[in-house]
């Protein structure tokens, strides 16, 4: 029915529709898929802290941590038999406790070592003799590498630099960039120092001639020349060729070079040589060469029977339920109300914790076990034969979606007999043949150890070009566009076949 005016009348709508979704618990199970091991085990210490019900796993497994708590309530009961179950199957897993996990429960008194006697800090013959070997000393305390501003700040209190110009120097220092580079103008630091230009080019000066050859260089001509000249080799030809030709010697085009300085080729190459042996970043010796350690959330071993993926728990808390809060539950206080719902909450909280960190733990077995299912040949030959692997296929055969796949490969560690690597390096997308238009048996990783051994074993006289690679992988099946070949080599830092002939020629020359 329409109104006077020809306009609609209005009318309320009831309509069922069913929508999915996502409560904070489940967000917080699908955010711990993704967790590296070190984010995890922050996010449990976090909730050990805000969480009073939970409590970390003895070395012995407490035979009442699990107990029903339906004297908490009607609605308690299901989630206390989800306790059970879960807690007793991390109870139940393989990691066995390790014997020092109980020395910590040592109390003070029952120390044997006398701290409060002065003459135990003696030198280390006298404690290993008592049989204090162990104890501590302070030359087992690491020491920090010296920075390279340290370096150069030590090096400027030996000057006779003073004053303004030592002021001017610690602000040139402290302005230099990872590589050694002055990353202020001049006139900049003159400004900030309230000193003239003359002054800080003066004090510049005599930093650029401090250790490291180069440092405090505006530019990598200024860099290589500087270290030329510490060299004696300010006139040369190698210095002539950087001020004129850095590009030419970037693209290795020798013969321009020499046909510009009229110069023999061999007395060309001599000076690219030595321009080769300087240090183009002066501060690459400073930096740390520390590997970080990367520990694996599961690990491939070998045995009679194949390969066996077993998980990896070690540093990771193991949870239990605290019996003093589950004693309070089973309290039927009608006074304390609130207390008893705040109790609720946390026991619910702690719960879905265990639950969520059990699952995540099954989720990376059934992974890395898929993994190792389509990946048996790069586990027993290498990276050679790493065969095309997506993400859906691993979904497909473990029956779960592949963004959960993507998500517990992410920053995820798989040992394996061969290293350890990311689970993420297992995953790539085949090569096209050409013959069925599918997906060929080649990764793109093993395709670049292929084109490396091929270069490697190739004849130094005649190396092979990039149509004579893809010739010699199309006769292995494996079908690649010449353009493909040559970012590869890129990727490998292998140079062309024109620039490895020269490199030939010479070193017989």
């Known amino acids: 029915m329409a109104w006077p005016d020809g306009g609609m009348r209005p009318r309320l709508d009831l309509r069922l529709s069913q929508k999915l979704l996502m409560t904070p618990q489940l967000q917080q199970a699908i955010k711990m898929l993704q967790m590296s091991r070190l984010e995890m085990a922050q996010v449990i210490q976090q909730e050990m802290v805000e969480n009073p019900l939970l409590e970390e ?17 009607d609605g308690m009961e299901n989630v206390a038999e989800q306790a059970d179950l879960t807690l007793q199957s991390v109870a139940d897993g393989e990691r066995k406790p390790d014997a020092e996990e109980s020395l910590g429960q040592t109390a003070v008194e029952d120390f044997p070592y006398p701290w409060e006697d002065e003459n135990n800090f003696s030198d280390g013959a006298e404690r290993e003799a008592r049989g204090e070997e162990d104890q501590f000393t302070y030359d087992r305390v690491l020491c920090q590498p010296t920075s390279i501003v340290d370096h150069l700040l030590w090096q400027l209190r030996l000057t006779s630099l003073a004053g303004v110009e030592a002021t001017i120097g610690a602000e040139i220092i402290g302005n230099l960039d990872d590589n050694g580079y002055l990353a202020l103008s001049t006139e900049e630091v003159a400004a900030q120092c309230g000193a003239s230009d003359a002054a800080v080019i003066q004090v510049l000066s005599v930093i650029q001639g401090f250790d490291p050859a180069g440092i ?5 001509t200024e ?7 510490q060299r004696g080799e300010a006139e040369s030809l190698a210095a002539q060729i950087v001020v004129t030709h850095l590009v030419s010697l970037q693209k290795k085009d020798y013969p321009k070079i020499a ?8 007395e060309v190459m001599a000076a690219c040589r030595t321009i080769a042996s300087l240090e183009p970043k002066p501060c690459r010796p400073f930096h740390s060469a520390h590997n970080p350690h990367v520990v694996p959330d599961a690990s491939v071993v070998q045995t009679d029977a194949g390969y066996t993926v077993r998980l990896n728990d070690d540093g990771l808390p193991r949870l239990k339920i605290s019996p003093f809060y589950k004693k309070l539950l089973r309290m039927h206080d009608e006074g304390n109300d609130a207390t008893r719902r705040y109790l609720e909450k ?12 059990d699952q995540r733990n099954r989720t990376i077995l059934k992974v890395a076990q898929s993994i190792v299912t389509f990946q048996t040949a790069f586990l027993d030959h290498g990276t050679d034969h790493l065969r095309p692997l997506v993400l859906r296929d691993v979904a497909d055969d473990i029956s779960m979606h592949p963004s959960t796949v993507s998500r517990i490969t992410s920053n995820k560690y798989l040992q394996t ?4 690597y990311e689970m993420k390096f297992f995953f790539s997308s085949g090569l096209n043949n050409g013959a069925d238009h599918g997906s060929s048996d080649a990764a793109p990783t093993a395709v670049r150890a292929i084109i490396r051994q091929m270069v490697d074993e190739e004849d130094p006289a005649k190396p092979l070009s990039d149509h004579a690679i893809v010739e010699a992988l199309g006769r292995q099946q494996i079908a690649i566009a010449r353009r493909t070949v040559a970012k590869y080599r890129d990727i490998l830092r292998i140079p062309s076949a024109r620039v490895r002939q020269a490199a030939q020629a010479e070193g017989h020359s």
């Open 57 to 73: 796993l003895a070395d012995e497994v407490d035979g009442d941590a699990v107990e029903d708590a339906a004297a908490a309530g």
């Open 223 to 229: 860099c290589l020349l500087i270290q030329l000249a």
């Open 417 to 420: 007999p061969h290293g350890i």
């Open 346 to 357: 946390k026991f619910k909280s702690a719960l879905w914790l265990v639950k969520s960190i």
């Open 216 to 220: 405090a260089a505006r530019t990598l």
């Open 259 to 266: 046909e510009h300085f009229q110069s023999p080729l061999a």
